[in-house]
Nanobody
């Protein structure tokens, strides 16, 4: 049974930082790319970042949405089968439920395509106060 479990959400002041974590079990971690998405009420789920396995000695290929680039950093720990999202310089616009998701490395579809992801976590709430 595949499980993706996010943690680390919470309340933070504007300008602050938060690190989200996603623990993955039940799938071959190195054969999947791991993405982060976020969603606010009434809005579509929005792509945040993705990290793809790029070999034993590589930290992985990373891509970010323009509105989080230079503020967010995605990383993965192969040994622990976890993926993290370090978020800095947070603003109230970053308030959302954050989801991690997994899709096959072989997928050629744009990383922002929600339907290309096979598995999703339950989400963790991030609230940034002004």
């Amino acid at each position: 049974q595949v499980q993706l479990v996010e943690s680390g959400g919470g309340l933070v002041q504007s300008g602050g930082s938060l690190t989200l974590s996603c623990a993955v079990s039940g799938l071959a971690f190195t054969t999947y790319a791991m993405g982060w998405f976020r969603q606010t009420p009434g809005q579509e789920r929005e792509f945040v970042a993705i990290i793809r396995w790029a070999g034993m000695w590589s930290g992985g290929d990373r891509f970010y949405a323009d509105n989080v680039k230079d503020r967010f950093t995605v990383s993965r720990d192969i040994a622990k089968a976890t993926v993290s999202l370090q978020m800095n310089s947070l603003t109230p616009e970053d308030t959302a439920i954050y989801y991690c998701a997994a899709r096959k490395l072989s997928s050629q579809v744009s990383a922002s395509t929600i339907a290309s992801y096979d598995y999703w976590g339950q989400g963790t709430q991030v609230t940034v106060s002004s």
